[in-house]
């Protein structure tokens, strides 16, 4: 493997796999600029840190018996050329594998979609490209992201929807609308994520950020029409 972009490590975590104990590695670099980031500085695609690639692997292979799973997350994982050289040798220890993407590189997504146990995808806004754009920074991927929607529904593999309610940029329309177009499309587990105001958002009142679970109509809908739905605060 030539190069892997490593911006962090966490060792261990109940919260990014389902039900699984796991550690979670950050890869630099993503195309977005998503208003509601908290990860900005994993956003520059950066320099190469495959020694701290290495030092990872040595720390799995002393955690086999203690995780389930490794989870690559981001930035944009897909952004790596070398992801699924990466997959491998995590899998070849033993752990599942779990991805967290926006579906930025569909043919990127393909390749590892055979190496990966479950998928954590995120719906940024109604799947229009003037509100994906708004969402995502100013550059359209939306043709991206439903080609990598399409990938992950025609294969078996295990994954999730889920967005971020940032109320600068949804309603509860948009939550509906979002919701609407994945059921139709088939898919099965959905959630919604609390938006955290970033630290240079000072004005995000907490209620803003609390209205989307405020409304029994908009929850009711969601959990009778997904085999799975939740919030997550
Ligand atoms: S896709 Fe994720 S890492 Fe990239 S800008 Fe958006 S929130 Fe940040």
Redesign the pocket.
């Given at each position: 493997m030539n190069t892997i972009n490593v911006g962090g490590v966490e060792q261990f975590s109940l919260v990014d796999y389902p039900d699984k104990i796991a550690a979670t590695i950050f890869m630099q670099g993503?195309p977005?600029?998503?208003p509601?980031?908290?990860?900005?500085s994993?956003?520059p695609a950066g320099i190469d840190t495959h020694f701290l690639w290495d030092k990872f692997l040595a720390f799995l292979s002393t955690r086999k018996k203690l995780l389930d799973a490794v989870v690559f997350s981001?930035?944009?994982p897909l952004m790596q050329d070398e992801l699924s050289a990466a997959i491998t040798e995590v899998k070849s220890l033993g752990f599942k594998i779990g991805l967290h993407t926006?579906g930025y590189r569909p043919k990127m997504l393909e390749k590892v979609i055979p190496l990966v146990d479950w998928v954590g995808f995120?719906i940024k806004a109604p799947l229009e490209e003037e509100r994906y754009k708004q969402a995502?920074?100013g550059i359209n991927h939306l043709p991206h992201v439903i080609e990598s929607l399409n990938l992950l529904l025609d294969s078996n593999i295990h994954f999730e929807c889920r967005t971020t309610c940032d109320p600068r940029i949804l309603d509860l329309p948009d939550i509906l609308q979002i919701g609407k177009y994945l059921q139709n499309k088939g898919v099965k587990e959905y959630y919604l994520q609390k938006y955290r105001p970033i630290p240079t958002d000072t004005t995000t009142e907490d209620a803003d950020c609390e209205k989307f679970f405020d409304s029994p109509e908009l929850l009711s809908w969601l959990k009778s029409n997904f085999i799975k739905f939740d919030v997550r605060k």
């Open positions: 993503c977005w600029r998503c509601f980031c908290h990860n900005a994993l956003q981001g930035g944009e926006g995120d995502t920074g």
